[in-house]
């Protein structure tokens, strides 16, 4: 277990969560594997983006599974041309290895936002990782957005 998924465990178990993660036995697991072994649609497993932010910052945007960013909307809203932060990068800026990027216990050098493509799925429950590369948690829209504490709700996705 890396030092993210202990973090990101922690906090959790602060916040009364622990008995919403799920393991996996598996590692390095894709949106995809995940919501087969769950038996839901990838759309409801949430995906970490990390790009180049400004000012030397990293920006995470978490959106549904099957949600793709679209340039022009990422370069209206937040103000510059979306360009993926290399992975060398990621844990330095973010405080998780690529690949496991979730919402909760980022560094102060990363901003995020939720991307609206996860409100489609405000009745039922989604599925961010929560640090490692085989354990998720299960949240409503409202507990994900409550616990990772965004900066606001953007729309950069197709």
């Known amino acids: 277990m890396n030092e993210a ?3 990101g465990r922690e906090y959790l178990r602060s916040k009364g969560f622990e008995d919403r993660i799920i393991d996996f036995k598996n590692t390095d697991i894709t949106a995809e ?3 087969l072994a769950l038996g839901v649609d990838v759309d409801r497993i949430c995906k970490g983006l990390v790009f180049k932010g400004k000012g030397g ?9 099957k949600s793709r960013v679209n340039n022009g909307k990422f ?9 993926m932060l290399p992975p060398e990068q990621t844990e330095e800026l ?9 919402p909760f216990c980022l560094k102060d050098s ?5 991307d609206l493509s996860i409100m ?3 009745g039922e429950t989604v599925f961010p990782g929560i640090g490692g590369e ?3 948690v299960e949240l409503t829209v409202d507990e994900l957005e409550k616990l990772s504490d965004p900066v606001c709700w953007i729309d950069v996705t197709v």
């Open 134 to 136: 085989d354990s998720v």
């Open 120 to 122: 489609k799925h405000k």
């Open 57 to 65: 910052k990293a920006v995470v945007v978490i959106a549904s599974g």
């Open 33 to 35: 594997s995940t919501a």
């Open 110 to 114: 990363a901003r995020l936002y939720l």
């Open 5 to 7: 998924e202990k973090r």
């Open 94 to 102: 973010v405080g998780h290895i690529a690949g496991t990027i979730n």
């Open 75 to 83: 370069r209206n809203v937040l103000g510059f041309r979306p360009t």
